[in-house]
């Protein structure tokens, strides 16, 4: 009752704030992203945030190459209806304040913080991805490159960087089926180190799904698949609103 009463205390003080300041309201651009990771996008409420998920020159060829097909398979195909079953997933610095009354929840749960894969400014320096998602057979993949500030052993991808972006392809794909999630448990075995500065794929499928839990099994491969570098599996919890201001 009480986490009930203080979400909807944020979001009328973040409706009150609108109203008193209607000519910011005017110049805000609308939201057209869609709320792939269980959010209710508003326009009324957020800012189009920058997509850290789109291409950049620091991506190589290769990376290149494996997005423009897994993003052609997020076209319609044959002009009929029905779309086709890969999405590109939209990635931000922080989603919580571009949700709806987020912008003063943000402000109640550390306000400065930003999505750590993605606060880096200089472009390609450390993690440079993006995640694909097959809603049908409920999985996604990432292209994953590694920037020069992700290094290990000398030459090579640190092992918590590996961790990272497991957890982050895996948390995606599961706030994606269950909506708002916390890892309970992250278990990885490292089979052959990752190159500095190579293009990896990081596969994520779903495995099971139980009242709150969530499993999930991850890979990732050389870019053409030929090579295992790490597998792990991973057990997220849903949680309620109430837990990102420490309910």
């Not at 440079?128 to 993949?141: A, D, I, P, R, S």
């Not at 957890?167 to 994606?176: H, I, R």
């Amino acid at each position: 009752m009480f986490r009930r009463a203080v979400t909807a205390l944020c979001y009328t003080a973040a409706r009150a704030l609108l109203a008193l300041r209607p000519h910011v309201h005017r110049h805000l651009p609308s939201v057209r992203t869609a709320p792939l990771l269980g959010f209710n996008l508003d326009s009324r409420w957020s800012v189009t945030p920058h997509d850290y998920s789109l291409p950049n020159p620091s991506w190589s060829p290769e990376m290149m190459r494996l997005y423009d097909h897994y993003n052609s398979l997020c076209e319609q195909e044959g002009g009929g209806k029905s779309k086709a079953p890969w999405v590109r997933m939209p990635s931000y610095n922080r989603l919580l304040k571009y949700a709806k009354g987020g912008q003063c929840l943000s402000k109640m749960v550390q306000a400065k913080a930003r999505l750590f894969t993605r606060n880096m400014k200089e472009e390609g320096a450390s993690f440079e991805y993006v995640v694909f998602l097959n809603k049908q057979e409920k999985m996604c993949t990432c292209i994953f490159q590694a920037g020069h500030l992700l290094e290990g052993p000398p030459g090579y991808v640190h092992g918590g960087a590996i961790a990272t972006i497991i957890d982050t392809v895996a948390g995606a794909l599961t706030t994606y089926l269950g909506g708002l999630v916390m890892t309970a448990n992250l278990t990885i075995n490292y089979r052959s180190p990752i190159p500095l500065g190579s293009v990896v794929l990081v596969h994520s499928l779903l495995e099971k799904m139980e009242e709150r839990k969530i499993l999930i099994f991850c890979q990732v491969t050389s870019s053409d698949g030929s090579k295992l570098h790490t597998e792990a599996t991973g057990l997220f919890l849903s949680i309620s609103l109430g837990h990102l201001i420490g309910g």
